[in-house]
C-alpha cells in the first residue's frame, strides 16, 4: 500500500487510518529539522534592522541562555518570531501555535503576546498604542512577558553582541520537539519558571 484508497474522508476505512497515522508519526519526527531550516529562511525575511531576523532570534536565545533560562525559554526565544516569514500581522500567534504542544504553558502564553507588549517600545512612533499590554494587566504571566520583552527580544539587535550560532541551539530543539505532544507533564498549566537565574 503506497497510499490511501479513498478519495473522500468519510470513505476510508481503518486500514487507510492505520497506514495514515504511522505516516504522520513519521513525519512528526521531522519537525526540528524542519523549524531550523525556517529559522534559517528568516535572513530572507523582514530586513531593515542592524541584524537579520536570524540574527536576532539567535540573539534572543542567546541571551536567554546566558541569563541561565530552562530549555523551554530559551526554545521560545529562538522561534519567537519564527512567524515572520509566513504570518507577518500575527507572527506572534503563529510561533506560539508552534510551540503549544511542546513547551510549558508560561512560555506559550508569553510568546503568543510579546508583540502587544513589544508596543510599549514603539508605539507611539507608529501610531499604534504603547500600552496595548495592559490589557494583559493581573495575568499571572504578565511580568514574565514584560521581562522578555525588555531583556531578551527589545535588545536583541545589536551587531556587535557575542551571539552563539544555529548549531549550538539544535540539540535543544531536538529536545523540545521529541517530546509527547500535549503532555501535562511538560506543559504545566500554571507553572510559573524564571527566566532569570543567572544574577
Known amino acids: 500500500m503506497d497510499h490511501v484508497k479513498f478519495t473522500a ?65 530559551v526554545v521560545s526565544a529562538l522561534l519567537h518570531d519564527i512567524g515572520d516569514i509566513f504570518a507577518p500581522y500575527n507572527h506572534d500567534e503563529y510561533a506560539a501555535a508552534i510551540l503549544k504542544p511542546f513547551v510549558r504553558e508560561q512560555c506559550t502564553w508569553v510568546v503568543e503576546k510579546h508583540g502587544d507588549f513589544q508596543m510599549v517600545y514603539y508605539g507611539e512612533h507608529v501610531g499604534a498604542d504603547p500600552e496595548k499590554r495592559q490589557a494583559y494587566a493581573g495575568h499571572k504571566y504578565f511580568q514574565d512577558c514584560a521581562d522578555f520583552c525588555e531583556r531578551w527580544d527589545q535588545s536583541s539587535f545589536d551587531p556587535d553582541y557575542d551571539t552563539l550560532p544555529l548549531e549550538h541551539f539544535r540539540a535543544r530543539v531536538h529536545e523540545v520537539f521529541a517530546r509527547d505532544p500535549y503532555n501535562p507533564k511538560v506543559l504545566r498549566a500554571g507553572a510559573r519558571e524564571p527566566l532569570v537565574t543567572n544574577r
Open 9 to 73: 474522508m468519510k470513505d476510508g476505512d481503518k486500514e487507510d487510518y492505520d497506514y495514515l497515522t504511522e505516516h504522520e508519526v513519521e513525519y512528526t519526527k521531522g519537525t526540528a529539522d524542519r523549524l531550523l531550516t525556517a529559522l534559517v529562511s528568516l535572513d530572507e525575511s523582514l530586513s531593515g534592522y542592524q541584524v537579520t531576523r536570524l540574527g536576532h532570534s539567535l540573539q534572543s536565545a542567546t541571551r536567554a541562555e546566558r541569563d541561565g533560562a530552562d530549555t523551554d525559554w
